[in-house]
């Protein structure tokens, strides 16, 4: 190995520890969330997917910003965020309907939903940032907003599914099908379940029990999906290529593994068992964009963005892969990051930084709770 490389190589780690080393207290700016607000947020708090030629906005997109706005203490652009989600996404009233997931520019040129059926996964990031709002801000209107939601969602989107028990079903239209029921895995952040379980009771403590069982059982080589298929009677039967492959929803089960506390519930068996996806990350720190994951493979020769490493980097900070990851994410780049890179960074890299943390029972635990 050259002398060069050698150099550049203890630069990353010694750059890489100094990161680790000051995660407790963050620098003071959030620059990433700074240029998402520039790039992608309206004046009224819509989050603009420019990417797509209808300029749509997603729930999602609406729940992680409405997240990121309260881990960086923000109230007023938390409201803007939740107002506009509510008069546009949710025929103003998110406490008796659950949100539209796609809004954007339609056939006729006008601009309003396009697809009115919910996403459960975005429903629970909005419920859960309410009621930890509520708890963090001691500001009771969004708590008691965020327990109705539950209510929703618990009527809407929650199944109990013969032989695997109470799940969250991906909308309340379109997944059960004569026995069958299609799910995605990255739909239920195990933190964001335990803090519902512990502080709700059911049905999401029976989900919180269900949800390891979900994530290990659909992934056998420690690779998760981006769908899968619970037949009655049969188990996990993917049955089609999304179920066989994981991408791009796929990455987020990797993300909210990474972030559970040391001390939660079935935590470190999870980490374990998704580290396997440290065997696609290149020399770069890049990870492949696509996995066969019932042969442990890698499908075609495409890397992900940045984002797919910042998604990675707390399952994998202390392994030797670590510093490579944090060089591909915290790298200059010509281009601006497009909407989901973007997001994964933020939650990522942000939580590498240390902006904020999970209890061992999914607590939001902010910086600016004890730093100044």
């Given at each position: 190995?050259s002398?060069?490389?050698?150099?550049?190589?203890?630069?990353?780690?010694?750059?890489?520890?100094?990161?680790?080393?000051?995660?407790?207290c963050p620098a003071?700016?959030?620059a990433?969330?700074?240029?998402?607000?520039?790039?992608?947020?309206?004046?009224?708090?819509?989050?603009i997917?420019?990417?797509?030629?209808?300029?749509i906005?997603?729930?999602?997109?609406?729940?992680?910003a409405?997240?990121f706005?309260?881990?960086?203490?923000?109230q007023p652009?938390?409201?803007?965020?939740?107002?506009?989600?509510?008069?546009?996404?949710?025929r103003?009233?998110?406490?008796?309907?659950?949100?539209?997931?796609?809004?954007?520019?339609?056939e006729?040129?006008?601009?309003?939903v396009i697809?009115?059926n919910?996403a459960?996964?975005?429903?629970?990031?909005?419920?859960?940032?309410l009621?930890?709002?509520?708890?963090?801000?001691k500001i009771?209107?969004?708590a008691?907003?965020g327990q109705?939601?539950?209510?929703?969602i618990?009527s809407?989107?929650?199944a109990?599914?013969?032989?695997?028990g109470t799940?969250?079903?991906p909308?309340?239209?379109?997944?059960?099908?004569?026995?069958?029921?299609?799910?995605?895995p990255?739909?239920?952040?195990?933190?964001v379940?335990a803090?519902?379980a512990?502080?709700?009771g059911?049905?999401w403590?029976?989900?919180?029990?269900?949800?390891?069982?979900?994530l290990?059982?659909?992934?056998?080589h420690?690779?998760a999906?981006?769908?899968?298929?619970?037949?009655?009677?049969e188990?996990?039967?993917?049955?089609?290529?999304?179920e066989?492959t994981?991408s791009?929803?796929?990455?987020?089960?990797?993300?909210?593994?990474?972030m559970?506390?040391?001390?939660?519930?079935?935590?470190?068996?999870?980490?374990?068992?998704f580290?396997?996806?440290g065997?696609?990350?290149?020399?770069?720190?890049y990870?492949?964009?696509?996995?066969?994951?019932m042969?442990?493979?890698?499908?075609?020769n495409s890397?992900a963005?940045?984002?797919f490493s910042?998604?990675?980097l707390?399952?994998?900070?202390k392994?030797?892969?670590?510093?490579?990851?944090?060089?591909?994410v915290d790298?200059?780049?010509e281009?601006?990051?497009?909407y989901?890179?973007?997001?994964l960074t933020?939650?990522?890299k942000?939580?590498?930084?240390?902006?904020?943390?999970?209890?061992?029972?999914?607590?939001?635990?902010?910086s600016?709770m004890?730093?100044?």
């Open positions: 190995m002398r060069h490389l050698l150099v550049v190589l203890a630069s990353l780690v010694l750059l890489f520890d100094a990161a680790a080393s000051t995660a407790t003071k700016g959030w990433d969330w700074q240029q998402t607000q520039m790039r992608m947020l309206s004046h009224d708090g819509r989050v997917d420019f990417s797509d030629p209808r300029q906005t997603t729930s999602e997109g609406q729940s992680y409405l997240f706005a309260l881990v960086d203490n923000n652009l938390f409201n803007n965020i939740l107002q506009w989600t509510q008069d546009n996404l949710a103003g009233d998110l406490s008796s309907n659950l949100p539209a997931w796609l809004w954007g520019k339609k006729d040129a006008s601009q309003g697809d009115d919910s459960s996964d975005s429903d629970l990031w909005i419920a859960y940032t009621v930890e709002a509520g708890r963090l801000w009771h209107q969004y008691s907003l109705q939601m539950l209510q929703l618990s809407k989107e929650v109990d599914i013969p032989g695997l799940m969250l079903l909308a309340p239209k379109g997944f059960v099908d004569d026995g069958q029921f299609r799910l995605n990255s739909y239920v952040p195990p933190q379940v803090r519902l512990h502080g709700f059911e049905p403590s029976q989900m919180y029990r269900n949800v390891p069982r979900l290990i059982e659909t992934s056998p420690g690779l999906p981006n769908w899968t298929r619970w037949v009655a009677q188990g996990f039967k993917p049955a089609n290529d999304q066989r994981g791009y929803d796929a990455i987020r089960v990797y993300l909210w593994v990474g559970l506390d040391s001390q939660a519930t079935d935590a470190q068996t999870l980490k374990d068992h580290r396997a996806i065997r696609f990350v290149d020399a770069q720190g990870v492949t964009e696509t996995i066969n994951v042969t442990g493979t890698a499908e075609g890397t963005g940045p984002g910042a998604a990675l707390p399952l994998l900070q392994s030797s892969i670590g510093p490579r990851l944090f060089n591909a790298s200059p780049r281009q601006p990051l497009g989901y890179n973007q997001m933020l939650f990522g942000g939580w590498f930084e240390g902006r904020f943390q999970f209890d061992k029972d999914g607590r939001l635990e902010p600016w004890h730093c100044q």
